[in-house]
């Protein structure tokens, strides 16, 4: 399967945009980039996913680079509650399950 | 509308004893997942059921896990003789189909510490 980098932690301030990025150099034609975060004591929960253009959903927003080895989450507004762990996370559809594959993820710390 | 729930949400084991966790996923969700999470890591996948078959179970760690979905609907992960590297929080997720990609929904998780 293939693998995805990003940084251990990052910090943002309230009210300001974030960008969550995310490397993935051997990622395949056919895999999706999709994005999951936890939230302290939570299970994880979706937030966007995509396959070449960038997307858009009520949550965040996700830019993939033309290549596809990289991509950004972007937060536009971040609050207090979007502290959380993000997961980048690459799918394939074509296999026997949809199973998640999570790496450490980046820490999120919000600051007021 | 009720989301993938999980019980008990917190298990105090003693090494070597047995234990049972419980899923329910989303009613009508076809696909339940489970998987295991250790203290500062992210989930990993231990098996998949596709309404009542196991489909993969390449993730359980040990023939110590046993995971099963009688009836299409709750599931239930049974670890027998509790190690302490069993201590993990334990996470459900259901989706309402496979062949094309629908969100996982996940459930709070059941904290398993073994003594």
């Known amino acids: 399967d293939a693998k995805t980098t990003q940084p251990n932690s990052m910090e943002s301030n309230e009210e300001e945009p974030v960008h969550l990025p995310c490397n993935h150099s051997?990622?395949?034609?056919?895999?999706?980039i999709h994005w999951y975060r936890q939230l302290p004591s939570q299970g994880p929960e979706y937030v966007i996913h995509g396959l070449t253009s960038n997307v858009n959903n009520r949550m965040a927003s996700l830019a993939i680079a033309e290549d596809r080895k990289s991509s950004t989450l972007i937060l536009h507004r971040a609050t207090l509650r979007d502290a959380a762990v993000y997961y980048c996370?690459?799918?394939?559809?074509?296999?026997?399950?949809?199973?998640?594959?999570f790496g450490t993820g980046t820490l999120l710390a919000v600051q007021p | 509308g009720a989301g993938v729930s999980q019980s008990p949400r917190y298990k105090v084991a003693k090494r070597g004893q047995d234990v049972a966790l419980r899923c329910d996923p989303i009613?009508?969700?076809?696909?339940l997942f489970w998987y295991q999470q250790a203290l500062g890591q992210g989930p990993e996948f231990l098996t998949y059921?596709?309404?009542?078959?196991?489909?993969?179970k390449s993730g359980l760690p040990s023939d110590r896990f046993f995971a099963e979905r009688p009836e299409g609907s709750v599931s239930t992960l049974k670890i027998q003789r509790t190690q302490q590297e069993d201590s993990a929080v334990y996470l459900c997720?259901?989706?309402?189909?496979?062949?094309?990609?629908?969100?996982?929904?996940f459930g709070p998780g059941t904290r398993l510490t073994v003594l």
């Open positions: 051997t990622i395949s034609g056919t895999d999706y």
């Open positions: 059921f596709q309404n009542e078959a196991q489909l993969d």
């Open positions: 996370i690459l799918l394939n559809y074509g296999g026997a399950t949809n199973k998640l594959i």
């Open positions: 009613s009508g969700h076809v696909s």
């Open positions: 997720a259901s989706s309402l189909v496979r062949g094309f990609y629908n969100e996982q929904f």
